[in-house]
């Protein structure tokens, strides 16, 4: 009787166990870009404008992603998702060829008539070039 209960309560442990190690396997795994969430329709050159004295000359400051509307999707909903991503990719999390693994990169979320116009926005020219070759990737 007692070996009986003890197999039964071995398995049972076990069987709760297996999920735990699976779930702690899969959550050291890189995660993937968030942005592959989502249907990208275009990603064009973020440009601002720059003024010396009365000269006004554009250059590149990241990269513009339009992102096609889906049911239930607001831009204050992605702006909070992209937040929590960006504040992730601090960490150990980082990813390779993902728009948010560039350094001092911020992200502004505007509505855009059937979808949704996401800004990434760098602080130098060098991680601008970066942040728009990675957004380039998601189109493929």
Request: proline residues 4%.
């Amino acid at each position: 009787m007692f070996i009986r209960k003890f197999v039964i309560i071995a398995g049972l442990a076990a069987g709760t166990l297996a999920p735990a190690a699976s779930f702690a396997a899969t959550a050291t795994e890189k995660a993937p870009c968030i942005l592959r969430d989502y249907h990208v329709k275009s990603v064009t050159p973020y440009k601002v404008d720059d003024h010396a004295g009365k000269i006004t000359y554009q250059r590149l400051a990241g990269a513009q992603v339009y992102i096609e509307a889906q049911p239930g999707l607001t831009a204050e909903w992605l702006r909070v998702r992209l937040a929590r991503h960006l504040s992730d990719m601090q960490g150990p999390a980082a990813m390779r060829d993902c728009a948010f693994d560039v350094n001092d990169v911020s992200v502004q979320v505007d509505s855009a008539g059937t979808g949704f116009t996401v800004k990434f926005i760098a602080k130098n020219a060098d991680q601008a070039k970066e942040v728009l070759r990675r957004a380039q990737l998601l189109l493929g």
